[in-house]
């Protein structure tokens, strides 16, 4: 297991990855991430067909002042591309209300292989995150 976080106010434009700037808790070899990189890789160190891992994310999100108000969402996305399953989405009345959002996935990593995870702004505008948590979990 392994967890990421961003405790700070980011804001983070349409279309690009949350930067995780704290690792709290290491994994040992199957999860590798950089320090301020919003990208996080998961290996498949296993004998079986595939390793199996759960990456749950949670955060506050707002829309920035001077923003437009309209729905907000971000997403955990696998190589770039955002999972409509593990979209969370929020309307606020106002910049600066923030909402509380938590997403989660099965992520599965063929073995020998490597798959890149990361929270993505998918909204149309830029978006604020704060207090920022991301868990990977080898499962299986």
């Known amino acids: 297991m392994a967890e990421f976080t961003n405790s700070n106010i980011v804001t983070v434009a349409a279309g690009q990855n949350l930067p995780l ?3 709290a808790v290491k994994c040992g070899s199957c999860i590798a ?4 990189a919003g990208i ?3 290996r498949g160190l296993t004998n079986q067909c595939r390793a199996r891992y759960k990456v749950s994310f949670g955060a506050n999100i707002a829309i920035p ?3 437009t108000v309209a729905p907000i969402s971000i997403a955990l996305a696998i190589a770039g591309e955002p999972l409509n399953s593990a979209t969370a989405i929020v309307t606020p009345a106002a910049a600066d209300e923030y909402f509380n959002v938590f997403t989660a996935a099965f992520i599965d990593v063929p073995r ?3 798959i890149t995870i990361a929270v993505e702004n998918t909204s149309t505008q830029a ?3 704060a207090n920022s948590n ?3 979990e080898r499962v299986a």
């Open 134 to 136: 991301l868990i990977a």
């Open 21 to 23: 700037t704290e690792t």
């Open 112 to 114: 020998g292989c490597c």
């Open 127 to 129: 978006i604020n995150i």
């Open 65 to 67: 002042a001077g923003g």
């Open 33 to 36: 991430h950089r320090e301020g």
């Open 40 to 42: 996080v890789t998961l």
